[in-house]
Structure formats: structure tokens, C-alpha cells
């Protein structure tokens, strides 16, 4: 697990690899997606396991349907106890979730999207958000940090890389042109510089952005990679809280 730096005491968050889960086939190792054809019982000693490892409770884990959009979810409270280990589906929709509850981790799913964590510097309110090249168009990440609603840092996961990740035209010009020239190299798209970009713009300083800079395409061992392998295939998590017991 890759922990953020200049994380609050107050706040626990890691991104997730693939190491060190049961499942197998395109899906092996620690897949925490029971929405990609793997087999249930493995999606749940997964997460099992990936709680365990954070010291967190599976039963106050809460999620989102992601459906790269804007939506926020709030969960102050757990959003669905015991859902994560439990039935698996049923999560509200949306691509952010905010919390402002003492030990409710948020748990956002990707592979090459973005997953972005975001705390308020005092560590009071914190969020996490599933940012593919949709969702940052679409301003997701804008509606994150307007929800964290203060002063926030931020720390951007394992995606993508410009290495990797190769676009059409439209697409390309379309970042140019929302996020800046800087965002396309050649005929790809640096997708985590515009995530810092859209922060900077909703208010947090490019100094405050911690870009954790692995890219999932590159290290088969490390993360799923939709881009590398295609469906079906697992899913990493990031996850962050605020802790009652610092
Ligand atoms: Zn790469």
C-alpha cells in the first residue's frame, strides 16, 4: 500500500495494490470490484483482508455506484452497513464520496482512472474520488473540493500514465483546451497533471497535490490496468478516514 505523505494524525488513507488478495484468473490478487465478473467469495475475503491490513471495520466501509460523473455522496455516516462485505451491490451512485464521521472509510475503485484522496488541512472533513478522463471533464474533482467546503490538500494515486495512454484527436484537443497544452505529450494524455490542474482551479495549491506518480499499465504486478488487459479485470482501491483514535 502506497500512504499519502503530510497526511492529519486524525487521518488514516492509502491506495491500495493488487498484492496479497485470493483471487484469481484476470481478476488475481486483491480485486475489490464485485462488479467486474469475479467470484463474490473472493471479493469479499478481499476486502476482508484489505480491512484488516488498514485496521478499519468492513461493516462502516462506505462506497459508490461509479459512474464517471460529478455525483457526491455524503456519508457522515455509513452509507450502507454492512454492504461492502456483505450483499456487495447496492451502493448509491456517483463518483466522490465525503465524510465528515469519525471512522467511515471511503473506498473508491479504479484501474487506470484516477482515484483521488482529498482532506481538509485541519482534518475535519475528508473524500475520495474515482476521476477518469470523463469525470475530470465533468468536474468531478471541482464538486469534491467545493464539498470539502476549506483549506484541503490533496494526493492523486496510481493511474494511467502519459506512458500509456494514448488518445484520439478529439480527445486530446479537448484536454488542450480545458486543462492547458501541458496535459498532452505526443498523442497522450497526462491525466493525473489535469487532476492537479482542476484542484488548483477548485483552490488547492499545485504545492499541496501530492502526485504519487506509478503508473498502472507499467507494473502488471502492482495494479489492475483496464488499458493493459481489457475486460474482464480487477479493480484497486484507495480508501481514506478519519480516525477516532488517532
Ligand atoms: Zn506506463
Redesign the pocket.
Known sequence: MIVPPGLPPQVGAAFLTRQGGVSVGPWHGLNLSASTGDDPEAVRANRTRACAGLGIDPERVSMVRQVHGDGVVVADAPVRPGLFTGDLSGWPEGDALLSRGLDVPLLVLAADCVPVLLWRADGSAVAAVHAGWRGIIGGVLEAAVAAIDGPARAAVGPA??????RVDEALRGRFARDFGPETVVGEALDLALAVKICLERAGIKRSDTHVVGR?????PEGFFSHRRDGAPGGRHGAVIWRRSTP
Not at 494511467?160 to 495512454?165: E, K, L, S
Open positions: 494511467v500514465g502519459v506512458c500509456h495512454y503508473c498502472t499499465a507499467c507494473e
